[in-house]
């Protein structure tokens, strides 16, 4: 079982900035592929980012903006967001799924409980 914690959301204006942090219970946290997804009201949850021993992957809204990020040490994930936008807000989850990364979010078997981001303009 792995349990999720994110942190680091917040208000920030349009060309703002914010990292986000995803805590993570367990000892072998390296063996997990690690994501964030993110869901604005109304619409559906969707991929932002993920990490693996492999490598990283991006929805193409982030590329260039956000980076991901691990710390097998400290059992943390990371999401640093640069140059936001209004259509950055939403809710923010963290997921872990024990196989490569993935960024279809039925695949994921853990989830945190989401932080706010919220992009002011």
């Known amino acids: 079982q792995v349990q999720l914690v994110e942190s680091g959301g917040g208000l920030v204006q349009t060309g703002g900035s914010l990292r986000l942090s995803c805590a993570a219970s367990?000892?072998?946290?390296?063996?997990?592929?690690m994501a964030w997804f993110r869901q604005a009201p109304g619409k559906e949850r969707e991929f932002v980012a993920a990490?693996?021993?492999?490598?990283?992957t991006y929805a193409d809204s982030v590329k260039g903006r956000f980076t991901i990020s691990r710390d097998n040490a400290k059992n943390t994930v990371y999401l640093q967001m640069s140059s936001l936008k209004p259509e950055d807000t939403a809710v923010y989850y963290c997921?872990?799924?024990?196989?490569?990364?993935?960024?279809?979010?039925?695949?994921?078997?853990?989830w945190g409980q989401g932080t706010q981001v919220t992009v002011s303009s």
């Open positions: 367990g000892r072998t946290f390296s063996s997990y592929a």
């Open positions: 990490v693996s021993w492999s490598g990283s």
């Open positions: 997921a872990a799924r024990l196989a490569g990364r993935s960024s279809y979010y039925p695949g994921y078997d853990y």
